[in-house]
């Protein structure tokens, strides 16, 4: 299900991370050359990605969410 990027932070290991409108997080690494992903390595690029629609694997499997 395609779920909106509303908010990012960093988890313990330093790479970003997306908060989904529907309460699940998903990765967004830049780790060449599996997933190439340059726009998350600065803030003007996470910025622009603001609303971007996600696939989430959580909300297709029904999953409790991440955050409140």
Avoid: F
């Avoid at 932070?9 to 997080?25: M, S």
């Avoid at 910025?47 to 909300?59: F, Q």
Wanted: aromatic content about 8%; some cysteine; proline content about 3%.
């Amino acid at each position: 299900m395609k779920q909106a990027i509303v908010d990012y932070h960093l988890d313990e290991e330093n790479h970003w991370v997306a908060r989904l409108a529907c309460g699940h997080n998903q990765h967004v690494r830049h780790n060449p050359p599996w997933m190439i992903r340059e726009w998350v390595t600065t803030k003007n690029g996470r910025n622009a990605l603001l609303g971007h629609l996600l696939n989430c694997v959580k909300c297709d499997i029904q999953a409790s969410t991440d955050w409140c």
